[in-house]
Nanobody, 125 residues
Framework: VQLQASGGGLVQAGGSLRLSCAAS????????LGWFRQAPGREREFVAA????????YYADSVKGRFTISRDNAKNTVALQMNSLKPEDTAVYYC???????????????????WGQGTLVTVSS
C-alpha cells in the first residue's frame, strides 16, 4: 500500500493550495482517507477525513469553511483544497488511510494504518 502526498509549497496568507494524495496497492472502497498535519514543536493533529464509499466528510473546527476534502474514485486520489490560508496552517501535511476495522473517531490518528510521506505547507504572513 502506498500513499503519495503532493502539492505543498509556499503561499502568502489568504492564498490557496491544493494537496493531493495518490493511493495505490489495494482497494480503498471501505476505508476512510484522512489528512493530518504537524507543525514544528507540536503534536500531529487531525485536519479532515472522507469516507471513500459514501463521500461523508469530517473537518477539524480550525479548518471548517476554509478547507475541502474530496475524492476521485477513478483516479484513486484524495484532495485537500485549502483556501484562506493562515500562518498557523504552516505544517507538514500527511495523508493516511483507516480501514475502519477498529471503528472509533476519524480524528484519531492511532486508527490509521497507512501513511504517506508528508508534504510541507508554509504560509507566510
Amino acid at each position: 500500500v502506498q500513499l503519495q502526498a503532493s502539492g505543498g509549497g509556499l503561499v502568502q496568507a489568504g492564498g490557496s493550495l491544493r494537496l493531493s494524495c495518490a493511493a495505490s496497492g489495494r482497494s480503498f472502497s471501505s476505508y476512510a482517507l484522512g489528512w493530518f498535519r504537524q507543525a514544528p514543536g507540536r503534536e500531529r493533529e487531525f485536519v479532515a477525513a472522507i469516507m471513500w464509499s459514501s463521500g461523508d466528510t469530517y473537518y477539524a473546527d480550525s479548518v471548517k469553511g476554509r478547507f475541502t476534502i474530496s475524492r476521485d474514485n477513478a483516479k484513486n486520489t484524495v484532495a485537500l483544497q485549502m483556501n484562506s490560508l493562515k500562518p498557523e496552517d504552516t505544517a507538514v501535511y500527511y495523508c493516511a488511510a483507516d480501514s475502519l476495522y477498529y471503528g472509533g473517531s476519524h480524528d484519531d490518528d492511532r486508527l490509521y494504518e497507512y501513511w504517506g510521506q508528508g508534504t510541507l505547507v508554509t504560509v507566510s504572513s
